[in-house]
């Protein structure tokens, strides 16, 4: 199994599963890629502010982030956000949850069980997939209707989204983070604009149900 505290590995994986299966999604959703940037830069905004892609959406200029979970992950309905690295003691201990600068998060779980960029291979699926919007997600933040508790999983309380926070999330092959976690239905429920497009979550949002698009992405 590869090391996926290592960032290079991560950055593989992703890099792996946005070729082969999230440009689909993309095309679908008419999001054309900004190449216009070169390596050094797309590096440090991956790095620093958590940006995977730049991309064109009805020509405005938006950002993506993604995260890609192997099917290890496919009975869980939530989202997991790596909140801390514990063993970290400068600014480098807070991590996904306080990057959350793009416009947009893509977050996907594949039919492989395997973390290996060399071997996702082309005709790989999505078991799982939820685009969310961030824009409206940090307004709700921000207004603390959402936050993160101290249980494990997610849950609302008086029309407010509580995350879990957990430290033993073994199914993301990362034993030093600690997480945010998230109920895609939850989500749903707390603001119905969270969720641009979902596939196998079960909310009103899985428009790929049914479709040629849902058996090729």
Known sequence: MVDFDNYDNRRMFSDAVHVNIADKVYQYLGWLIDDSRDDDYHEKADLIDGIDYYV???????????????????NYNDITLRYQYPENKDDRSKSEWFKLTADYFMYGVINQNTNDS??????????KL?????????????????????EKFSKIIDGKLVGGLNSNVSRVH?????????DV???????????IVEKGYNTPKDIFQNTDQYRKI
């Open 174 to 182: 990362d034993n030093r983070s600690i997480f945010a976690v998230f």
């Open 185 to 195: 239905k939850h989500l749903y429920q707390t603001n119905e604009d969270l969720i």
């Open 130 to 150: 939820v685009v969310i919007d961030l824009r409206v997600f940090s307004r709700l933040v921000d207004n603390e209707k959402i936050i993160v508790g101290s």
């Open 56 to 74: 064109l959406v009805n020509g405005h200029h938006r950002t993506v982030q993604e995260r890609f979970r192997t099917s290890k992950n496919c």
């Open 118 to 127: 060399r071997k996702i291979k082309p005709s790989a699926k999505f078991l």
